[in-house]
């Protein structure tokens, strides 16, 4: 099936529909993907509707985001945060997201109605992908894309809690034992 991302060359960058460049796909850090490439997931621009429909889906904020993606392709792809909350910021201004209201620390989005329409005309493409990323899932049956993507939610974890001014040394201390307490269970298994 052919879709407007699809055009030959490099027309393809010039022509799409919200203009712009670098904040399509490829793979998370710099484009190579972690472990062998399993294929290109993402054509330029499809992450802001990817990005879209999992919001659709359910309220969500940047890092449930990037965890979703990589989940759903078993640890293939993994959108880097410098490129993942760009995107959500360009949804905001152009009025396809807003901040969901709720007492999360985090910045929580949901879908506007300008938001459904858009991705409504784009659904084929979104689909298309999904069933590229649920391929690539299938494929990685192997236990390290499973590891690797844990390791990489602890980390995730561990640089989004400790960037927050409001970290208190009682709860540093309550990290640091978590994590002492975790390599101590995981030395018995």
Known sequence: ????????????HSRHPWGGHGMGGGFGRGGGGRGSRVGRFLEHGD??????ALIEEQPR????LIKALEERTGGAYRPSPGVVYPTLSLLEDEGFIRPATGESARKLYEI??????ALAQNRSSVD??????????ERSGTTA?????AMANLGMALQQRLSEPTVTPEALDRIVALIDETA????KV
């Open 47 to 52: 992450l802001r509707f990817i990005l879209l």
């Open 112 to 117: 506007t109605e300008p938001g459904r329409e």
């Open 128 to 137: 298309a992908v999904f069933a590229r990323m649920a391929d690539a899932a």
């Open 1 to 12: 099936m052919h879709s407007r991302f699809h055009h030959e060359g490099r027309e393809r």
């Open 61 to 64: 904020h940047g890092y449930e």
């Open 184 to 187: 101590a269970a995981i030395e």
């Open 145 to 149: 894309p499973r590891v690797g993507r």
